[in-house]
């Protein structure tokens, strides 16, 4: 609460005790000839009235809503619908400078949308919303520091056309880029599930790449120790007939003796008919 005494100073009442000086009386009662003052502030959407009596100002942040009209530079004409997030934080500066202080913060930031918007067509406007009130924002920070007020934040929360038939363009437009962007988005699942699977298959042919050569390696590994097994037992063969075989090519064609005889014994094991033929005899054998 503000008070005018009857010389005509200013003295701030306020509710928060932090906010007291020590001079301050805890409590105060109103003197003669003093009166509680009165600011006449505009309300509604557009602040066409100006009958909101306020004697008592809360000094906590809030938010006030207004609309306006402006013009593209395409002449599509636009009404805005506007959010700001607001606080009084110099009560004295802002009673000195302003007497209706909605009405000022209306027609300044009116102004510079109007003033920003005309540069810009519609579809730059719709794509650069947030920029252009950042910017607005940004650049009123000096008008409002002068009326004792800080601006939390200002946000376009709608927009719409005043004509009607622009205004039905206007959403067709926006449905549009709705169902484009979907569509994109619908692309872009598709294409990383694609990938996905791609990568799977591409860790799989890994892992059967890192299979194959494990196999083809043990695959050495075995033969290697086969084929040891089998020149260790030809070469002992071979080194204990060499007393009783001394021709080495003997030796040698005793143990070839030996594998037919028992690649033979193999086959007949299984079980299979054997034919014996001349060097000299072309057979082939036919079975229906």
């Given at each position: 609460?503000?008070?005018?005494?009857?010389?005509?100073?200013?003295?701030?009442?306020?509710?928060?005790?932090?906010?007291?000086?020590?001079?301050?009386?805890?409590?105060?009662?109103?003197?003669?000839?003093?009166?509680?003052?009165?600011?006449?502030?505009?309300?509604?959407?557009?602040?066409?009235?100006?009958?909101?009596?306020?004697?008592?100002?809360?000094?906590?942040?809030?938010?006030?809503?207004?609309?306006?009209?402006?013009?593209?530079?395409?002449?599509?004409?636009?009404?805005?619908?506007?959010?700001?997030?607001?606080?009084?934080?110099?009560?004295?500066?802002?009673?000195?400078?302003?007497?209706?202080?909605?009405?000022?913060?209306?027609?300044?930031?009116?102004?510079?949308?109007?003033?920003?918007?005309?540069?810009?067509?519609?579809?730059?406007?719709?794509?650069?919303?947030?920029?252009?009130?950042?910017?607005?924002?940004?650049?009123?920070?000096?008008?409002?520091?002068?009326?004792?007020?800080?601006?939390?934040?200002?946000?376009?929360?709608?927009?719409?056309?005043?004509?009607?038939?622009?205004?039905?363009?206007?959403?067709?437009?926006?449905?549009?880029?709705?169902?484009?962007?979907?569509?994109?988005?619908?692309?872009?699942?598709?294409?990383?599930?694609?990938?996905?699977?791609?990568?799977?298959?591409?860790?799989?042919?890994?892992?059967?790449?890192?299979?194959?050569?494990?196999?083809?390696?043990?695959?050495?590994?075995?033969?290697?120790?086969?084929?040891?097994?089998?020149?260790?037992?030809?070469?002992?063969?071979?080194?204990?007939l060499a007393e009783p075989v001394p021709k080495?090519?003997?030796?040698?064609?005793?143990?070839?003796?030996?594998?037919?005889?028992?690649?033979?014994?193999?086959?007949?094991?299984?079980?299979?008919?054997?034919?014996?033929?001349p060097n000299d005899v072309d057979l082939s054998?036919?079975?229906?």
């Amino acid at each position: 609460m503000i008070i005018k005494d009857k010389d005509g100073q200013l003295h701030f009442h306020y509710g928060n005790h932090e906010k007291h000086t020590s001079t301050e009386p805890k409590s105060s009662f109103l003197q003669p000839y003093a009166e509680i003052v009165q600011l006449w502030w505009s309300s509604g959407l557009r602040r066409a009235k100006r009958d909101l009596c306020i004697e008592r100002f809360d000094c906590r942040a809030q938010y006030m809503w207004f609309e306006f009209d402006c013009r593209t530079t395409d002449n599509v004409e636009l009404v805005l619908e506007v959010t700001m997030f607001w606080e009084a934080v110099d009560l004295a500066k802002m009673i000195r400078s302003t007497g209706n202080l909605p009405g000022d913060v209306y027609n300044q930031a009116r102004s510079q949308f109007i003033k920003h918007v005309a540069k810009v067509t519609l579809k730059r406007f719709m794509d650069e919303l947030h920029s252009i009130s950042s910017s607005i924002h940004t650049e009123d920070a000096n008008f409002y520091e002068s009326r004792g007020v800080k601006i939390h934040s200002l946000e376009v929360t709608r927009y719409s056309c005043s004509d009607k038939r622009t205004s039905e363009v206007l959403q067709q437009i926006i449905e549009e880029t709705t169902n484009r962007l979907n569509r994109l988005s619908q692309a872009e699942s598709e294409n990383e599930v694609k990938l996905f699977r791609m990568q799977g298959l591409i860790e799989q042919e890994k892992m059967n790449e890192e299979l194959l050569q494990i196999q083809q390696k043990h695959t050495r590994a075995e033969a290697h120790v086969a084929g040891a097994a089998e020149a260790e037992r030809v070469a002992a063969f071979v080194q204990g007939l060499a007393e009783p075989v001394p021709k080495l090519e003997d030796r040698i064609m005793m143990w070839q003796v030996l594998r037919k005889t028992d690649a033979l014994t193999v086959i007949s094991e299984g079980g299979g008919n054997l034919y014996y033929t001349p060097n000299d005899v072309d057979l082939s054998i036919r079975t229906d």
